[in-house]
């Protein structure tokens, strides 16, 4: 059983240069979350994807969007980067969205912006 | 909205010795989740244990342990006979019962690190 992937590793970018994260979800996983982990803080919740939709947002503004595919991997887009977006990025999946059931997390992506 | 407060920003133990990481919420809900997360160093979150908060009996797994106090929203994480291996980042994390929106989320705390000494 293949656990949840993230790419790239690292990744650095300009003050308002655009970026894309990927997600490949734990198999047999149909839901995939987002979070944002800055350095020394608890991870924040960016949404979330449920059989390809949106299914809930945390709050961060429009120009971090999302897509899931019909394998149920995801990408994360953030528009316009700001040095604050400077963060690791992490990518969770489970097999439904909501109660009990655990989150599977991925090593995530770090990203700089300079 | 649920907050999640972790108040010991690093913690140390002896190996084989005991320790408890604290871990305080608050809420408006009587329905809902409890996490404890470890991360360490540049390697993935894995889950530690988990509660329902409708369960009085607190949850166990092997060498961890939860003190789930539901009055005082408070939920602590007692790791026993502590080895090398469980020195990592650990972070408390609640999530809502009800459906719909951003209830799917778990709220994580700021995390405590745990040192392990030989």
């Known amino acids: 059983e293949t656990g949840v992937t993230q790419s790239p590793t690292h990744l650095i970018k300009t003050r308002g240069q655009q970026v894309t994260l990927r997600c490949s979800s734990q198999?047999?996983?149909?839901?995939v979350s987002w979070y944002q982990q800055a350095l020394g803080q608890g991870p924040q919740f960016i949404f979330q994807?449920?059989?390809?939709?949106?299914?809930g947002r945390g709050n961060f503004p429009p120009r971090f969007s999302g897509l899931q595919f019909p394998n149920y991997s995801s990408e994360l887009n953030v528009n316009a980067l700001e040095l604050d977006d400077s963060a690791l990025y992490l990518c969770?999946?489970?097999?439904?969205?909501?109660?009990?059931?655990?989150?599977?997390f991925g090593p995530g992506t770090r990203l700089t912006v300079l | 909205a649920q907050t999640v407060t972790q108040s010991q920003p690093e913690m140390s133990v002896q190996e084989a010795e005991t320790v408890t990481l604290s871990c305080t919420y608050d809420?408006?809900?009587?329905?809902?989740?409890l996490f404890w997360y470890k991360q360490p160093p540049s390697r993935q979150m894995i889950l530690v244990i988990r509660?329902?908060?409708?369960?009085?009996q607190n949850a166990t797994e092997n060498r961890f342990s939860v003190n789930f106090q539901k009055a005082a929203k408070s939920f602590s994480l007692k790791i026993s006979d502590s080895q090398l291996g469980d020195a990592a980042m650990y972070f408390c994390?609640?999530?809502?019962?009800?459906?719909?929106?951003?209830?799917?989320?778990?709220?994580f705390g700021k995390g405590t690190l745990l040192t392990v000494n030989p």
């Open positions: 969770a999946s489970s097999p439904r969205p909501k109660g009990y059931n655990e989150q599977f």
């Open positions: 198999s047999g996983h149909n839901t």
């Open positions: 994807y449920y059989r390809e939709e949106e299914n």
């Open positions: 809420t408006s809900e009587s329905d809902y989740y």
């Open positions: 509660q329902e908060a409708y369960k009085q």
């Open positions: 994390a609640y999530r809502s019962a009800n459906s719909g929106g951003s209830n799917y989320k778990l709220t």
